[in-house]
């Protein structure tokens, strides 16, 4: 993988400082490519009209009252990692760098069902964004695991820099309002997921630099998982965080909203594509549950890649068919719709 250039970073950062939305930042979107600077061509973007989409088609839902669900859960739902991605950096970061097989995945289909579908009250703050910041706690740890010496110094301030670079990108793809409807919300969230991985896009090619620079001893310390921190230095055979989808959470979602709707018999293929989405969503995220842990932070952030790949298609099935449900909806069902509260059933 090519090195950053200090002209190209340089370059680059300046880029960041005066383009005035996040997606500008370190790339260009041609179609459904993004061609990025840290390393040109690395990343198959996704289709052409989610590359196109603006923020303010983001920011547009139909209204819906509160449910009478459970507040907490809505909360929950609502400060989730998948609407403010900077929540999920200390997560990402201890997968890649300090795992443990008790580490929960932030964009478990849960997690999702939650997000879309949680109320939001009247007075809803969404311009709140949180930042949560994990970096300098990151670079210390590596640093007291590999002692740097010589070179390595600089590839470790080069990988700091690009973890901080991360957060502050994260920090300005934050929401300016939560859009009500779910469709809409999900579509957001398909946003959120993109920026993500653009941002750790940023990390990968210092991170590659260090690694290569790391002797044997260096790299058998380097990133160890905390579970075989003490037993085990070839960390082999990890096992990694369960993130799979029981059949009988995808068929109670959609029950939920079939009770809700009262689905009429033109409307049963619409239904029966719902479900099928939602099944879609549920397979797409199990295929792509790992089994294991890769042995190395390097690896470990492709991982974190791929399945963020996987969380943005779920997110697609399930945003494509439930826009098409809303609109076969009639006025009273749409307004039954609005008022359940799916996310506390969850």
Known sequence: MRKISTFVAIAALAAVTFSPFPSAAFGLRIGPFYFGIPYFGYRHRHHASHALRNEASLKTGAPAQPGAGSQATAQQGLMSPLLYPALALPAVYDEIFSPSSSSPWPFSYDAILQTAFAKTAPDQNAAACPQPNRQSAVVERIRA????????????????????????????????????????????????????????????????????????????????????????????????????????????????????????????????????????????????????????????????????????RALVSVQTALSDFETKLSADQRVRFDATDFAAAQ
């Open 145 to 312: 695991e590999i002692r740097p010496s010589g070179n390595q110094l600089q590839a470790m301030q080069k990988l700091g820099g690009a973890l901080g670079f991360a957060s502050d990108y994260l920090a300005k793809a934050c929401p300016s309002e939560l859009p009500q409807d779910p469709a809409a919300r999900l579509q957001l969230m398909e946003w959120q997921i993109e920026k993500l991985a653009e941002a750790l896009d940023f990390v990968r090619p210092p991170l590659q630099e260090l690694e290569q620079s790391l002797n044997d001893t260096q790299r058998a310390r380097f990133g160890v998982p905390r579970s075989t921190a003490a037993a085990s230095p070839d960390r082999a055979n990890t096992i990694a965080p369960a993130c799979a989808v029981a059949p009988t959470r995808v068929d109670a979602s959609i029950e939920q909203i079939s009770l809700a709707v009262q689905p009429t018999g033109a409307q049963r293929d619409a239904m029966d594509g719902l479900k099928q989405a939602f099944r879609d969503a549920a397979s797409e995220l199990d295929a792509n549950c790992p089994v294991s842990l890769p042995g190395d932070p390097l690896a470990r952030l492709e991982a974190i890649e791929a399945h963020l790949d996987a969380t943005w």
